[in-house]
Nanobody, 127 residues
Framework: QVQLVESGGGLVQAGGSLRLSCAASGRTFSDYVMGWFRQAPGKEREFVAAIRWSSGSTYYADSVKGRFTISRDNAKKTVTLQMNSLKPEDTAVYYC????????????????????WGQGTQVTVSS
């Protein structure tokens, strides 16, 4: 099993910044992907960003490109999402997830193709 614990959510004014972290523990995999998704009230869970652990390759939703940065700490098995220039439409519960293989079927952009999830952390951006 894998456990994921997110931290760092909160309330911020538009234009501000927040930093989310996700610590992973339990089983390890050789070529996995860690991703961030978010879900606003009444909306489906949507892809935000992902990182391929072996290579460090990063992937972003168009809506966050240039504002959010995903990074990893191999030693701590932690992934971080630095969110800058936040907008009210970024308000959502943010979830960390693991896709156990980069080569798994489906796509790293789809929530259904991830295998383990954290409990989520609330991010609220006021206007």
């Amino acid at each position: 099993q894998v456990q994921l614990v997110e931290s760092g959510g909160g309330l911020v004014q538009a234009g501000g910044s927040l930093r989310l972290s996700c610590a992973a523990s339990g089983r390890t995999f050789s070529d996995y992907v860690m991703g961030w998704f978010r879900q606003a009230p009444g909306k489906e869970r949507e892809f935000v960003a992902a990182i391929r652990w072996s290579s460090g390759s990063t992937y972003y939703a168009d809506s966050v490109k240039g504002r959010f940065t995903i990074s990893r700490d191999n030693a701590k098995k932690t992934v971080t999402l630095q969110m800058n220039s936040l907008k009210p439409e970024d308000t959502a519960v943010y979830y960390c997830a693991i896709r156990i293989s980069y080569y798994s079927s489906g796509s790293l952009y789809y929530a259904n193709d991830y295998d383990y999830w954290g409990q989520g952390t609330q991010v609220t951006v006021s206007s």
